[in-house]
């Protein structure tokens, strides 16, 4: 389970990340079942990218694999080609998901999303690590 605090605690430290590389950054963590626990958006984040951070969380969560991972499977030709269009479209194939396991076992995810896909997952990464 992914308690309130666990996600401010991943949020902070994906916070503290994107505050040093200087891109503000909308940032979701949700739960086992993909449900949103908590979101920030940076102060100067695209808004357009707060949909995005929720739905790259609920993505990792979905497949219990990192956006970035699936978006390498789901090109032309690749096992999990056309996967993007699946779930009404909330399938993100670009970095910036990552699955937050305790135990070994997968209990929710972050997303985060504003910046190019290598900031989104450095910033997604100091989060998961949080974790």
Known sequence: ???????????????KKAEEIKQ?????VV???G???SHVR??????????????????????DISTKDLGTNSQPGAQFYGIHVSNHGRIMIFAGGIPL??????VGAIGVSGGAGDQDQAVAEAGAAAF
């Open 1 to 15: 389970m992914i308690t309130l605090a666990d996600a401010r605690r991943v949020i902070a430290a994906a916070e």
């Open 24 to 28: 503000p950054m909308n940032i979701a």
């Open 31 to 33: 739960d086992e079942g």
């Open 35 to 37: 449900n949103l626990v």
């Open 42 to 63: 940076m102060d100067g984040a695209w808004l357009g990218s707060i949909d995005i951070s929720i739905n790259k969380a609920f993505t990792s969560r979905a497949f």
């Open 101 to 106: 396991k305790r135990g070994g076992k997968v």
